[in-house]
């Protein structure tokens, strides 16, 4: 979507936007709720963060009911994608491949893991012409 390569969501739409991801759609109560499981935040600021991120087009709201419903318009694969472009670029200095060993370097794998991983790397050995 076009919105999000202008737009890098915060911390706290980020936030948001996961919630309706795994929702799809949910009114500010329904979000509201969610969050606060995880932290102390006020329904008021929910309120607010949604309706600023409405503006920003991450966010589409259907005014149809009385109680306003809101779905993401910015996509999870779109958002990942953006973040983790700008990961590589800032902290890799544009290599995938140090991002994928620093975050591989980190972590213990199951056998399962590692034969996923080597499967996918195996596509970049004999690309398909």
Do not use: C
């Amino acid at each position: 979507m076009d919105n999000e390569k202008k737009y890098h969501p915060t911390e706290s739409e980020l936030e948001i936007l996961q919630v309706l991801w795994e929702k799809g759609q949910a009114t500010v109560r329904d979000v509201h709720e969610v969050l606060e499981k995880g932290r102390d935040i006020g329904y008021t600021t929910t309120l607010k963060t949604m309706q600023i991120m409405t503006e920003k087009g991450l966010l589409g709201r259907d005014t149809s009911a009385r109680t306003h419903v809101y779905s993401p318009i910015a996509s999870r694969e779109g958002t990942q994608k953006q973040f983790l472009n700008k990961m590589i670029d800032g902290l890799y200095k544009g290599s995938a491949g140090r991002l994928v060993m620093g975050a591989l370097g980190h972590e213990k794998l199951s056998p399962e893991e590692i034969r996923e991983i080597q499967d996918y790397l195996r596509q970049f050995e004999n690309p398909q012409s």
